[in-house]
């Protein structure tokens, strides 16, 4: 039975999109998606009548990145229009909601004007808007996607299914980078700094102690594949880390069977392991529960069909 009351992944993200779509669309060029085209805007604001949002999550905007937009507004304008809001306490002045940078780069350009939509926003609306906002920048490292997914959830109670469906994103996706977030700080400065991958940090999660081990990995360059490796021998296997699996050890996973190990054990909220036999033949699924209220959860559900 649906629950009337439940929150959807606020306004937040339609305001991005569709419920920020005047009437009046800019003419889409040959061949452009008009869904895609911009949008006029309701109307041109000062530039210092607007404000940026004091709780913006992103802090950090890169000098060379802000110039190189800078120089295209310079050279076509604004083509999407900022979303704001009438600032709280000051009369005829605007805050941002969505658009900070273009409001920057503007700036920087010189601009007396920017092209804005002018929407009613309550402060939660505003602040939803400016995580998923960040979430759908294309520089994010995985920590500040991870960070971007957790705040949704632990600010406006979204589920990891609701997150997902209303990013595009398949629940694995979000649960394996909320995982990156246990890891320990020093760890995640490496994932920060670009010198451990997702990939690799995912590896070492498990460890007893990943820090070590995240050392060893940039110490050494190991891969991916590598790291899994010696996560495993630091867990008290004979796996020489950097030595691909010899012919009668047991191979690799491939990238399917790992990918289905992730969308079970988020589905099911426990590990899930599967180890397939070579060839054509079966294998073994293993689901590992941490309490008797998971067990009873799991066998509920394999039986709910039955009977």
């Known amino acids: 039975m649906s629950d009337k009351k ?88 605007y805050e941002i909601v969505a658009g900070e940078r273009r409001w920057r780069a503007a700036q920087m350009a010189k601009l007396h004007e920017v092209p804005a939509l002018i929407r009613d926003f309550s402060d939660t609306e505003v602040l939803e808007v400016a995580i998923i906002e960040n979430i759908q920048r294309a520089d994010l490292n995985p920590l500040e996607e991870a960070m971007g997914y957790r705040q949704l959830m632990d600010r406006f109670g979204h589920t990891q299914e609701k997150v997902a469906e209303a990013l595009g994103k398949s629940r694995s996706h979000i649960a394996n980078l909320l995982r990156l977030l246990g890891l320990p700080d020093v760890v995640q400065q490496l994932l920060r700094d670009g010198k451990l991958s997702a990939g690799h940090a995912r590896a070492l999660i498990t460890s007893d102690d990943p820090a070590s081990l995240a050392r060893q990995v940039v110490d050494r360059s190991l891969s991916v594949r590598e790291t899994e490796r010696l996560a495993k021998a630091a867990a008290g296997g004979a796996v020489d880390p950097a030595r691909p699996s010899s012919q009668g050890q047991r191979t690799e996973k491939d990238a399917d069977t790992r990918a289905l190990e992730g969308d079970l054990s988020a589905a099911l909220g426990m590990r899930v392991v599967i180890d397939h036999a070579d060839g054509p033949g079966g294998g073994k699924m293993t689901i590992t529960y941490n309490d008797l209220e998971q067990l009873d959860s799991l066998c509920g559900r394999l039986t709910g069909g039955l009977g």
Not at 37 to 51: G, H, K, L, S, T
């Open 6 to 93: 439940e929150r959807r992944l606020g306004r937040g993200l339609s305001a991005l999109m569709a419920d920020v779509q005047p009437a009046d669309p800019v003419r889409p060029e040959a061949g452009q998606d008009p869904a895609t085209a911009p949008r006029r805007a309701d109307q041109a604001v000062p530039i210092e009548r607007v404000f940026p949002n004091p709780e913006q999550p992103r802090r950090s905007f890169t000098p060379e990145n802000l110039e190189e937009l800078a120089a295209s507004i310079r050279e076509k304008g604004i083509i999407q229009p900022l979303i704001l809001r009438a600032r709280p306490g000051h009369s005829g002045d």
